[in-house]
């Protein structure tokens, strides 16, 4: 007799921690969840047709199912569903980015249009949200802003980082890539696309140049000395600095 696989539970899904990379917890029959680096688990099935193997994106897990997420009993139900249409000659992936295409207007599914949806539906204090904002306007919008969701490739999140990279701001370019990566992980549970083309690029952006810091020589340690015992200004700075050098930190 096959091996009977018991399949996962809420505890289950509710208990995988993110790890360094991406891996996967498995249901039955092609279900699976993949547990991202970041935290967001995404519901997938696995399936093969004309002997390639497909993957359907069914939307971001959420135990209660809460609008845009997916719940265990919802995935399962989604896998009974495109299970029925491959019996029918049917690509359950194409024709999940049919009904995308068809379900709003073009303008709707912009990556602008998106990426403000995913912004107001965030939780940051005022100001780091206007700095989240900011950055998207300033360094994405202008340059993939316009095209529809699902035509965003890998190549235009490399060329957005890459500008950005230009003027040697690596942080700012893997902030950029993170709140890209989240708001295609905001579209894919809303069924606006499939794929996530930010996934995995911060990793390729340049690390800043290691910059040595300006330093007291020996020879300057007397003058130094001596105008710090002259300082009038608060007494904890100057012991501060005191102890400092008795401790050369």
């Not at 359950?92 to 990556?111: A, C, I, L, R, Y």
């Not at 007397?222 to 007494?235: C, Q, T, V």
């Not at 100057?238 to 401790?247: D, G, H, P």
């Amino acid at each position: 007799m096959p091996k009977i696989t018991k399949g996962l539970s809420d505890k289950d899904i509710q208990s995988a921690k993110p790890k360094n990379k991406d891996y996967r917890l498995y249901d039955r029959e092609g279900l699976c969840i993949l547990i991202r680096k970041t935290g967001t688990k995404v519901w997938q099935y696995h399936y093969k047709r004309n002997e390639k193997r497909k993957t359907l994106t069914i939307g971001q897990y959420h135990h209660k199912g809460r609008p845009g997420h997916v719940s265990l009993s919802d995935a399962r139900i989604a896998r009974y569903e495109a299970r029925a249409m491959l019996d029918r000659g049917i690509d359950p992936s194409e024709h999940k980015q049919e009904q995308v295409n068809g379900s709003h207007g073009e303008e709707d599914k912009t990556f602008e249009a998106l990426g403000r949806e995913w912004h107001g539906k965030g939780t940051w204090v005022r100001k780091h949200a206007r700095n989240i904002l900011k950055s998207l306007e300033d360094d994405v919008f202008p340059i993939i802003g316009h095209k529809q969701i699902v035509e965003v490739t890998r190549q235009d999140i490399i060329a957005v980082l890459a500008k950005v990279e230009e003027r040697e701001a690596y942080d700012v370019a893997k902030r950029i890539c993170q709140r890209c990566e989240a708001i295609f992980d905001y579209a894919i549970a809303k069924g606006e696309c499939n794929d996530n083309p930010a996934l995995g690029r911060a990793k390729y952006i340049q690390k800043p140049k290691s910059q040595r810091r300006p330093h007291l020589k020996e020879k300057e340690l007397p003058e130094f000395l001596n105008k710090l015992s002259k300082y009038h200004g608060r007494d904890y700075v100057k012991m501060a600095m005191q102890l400092l050098v008795l401790t050369f930190l």
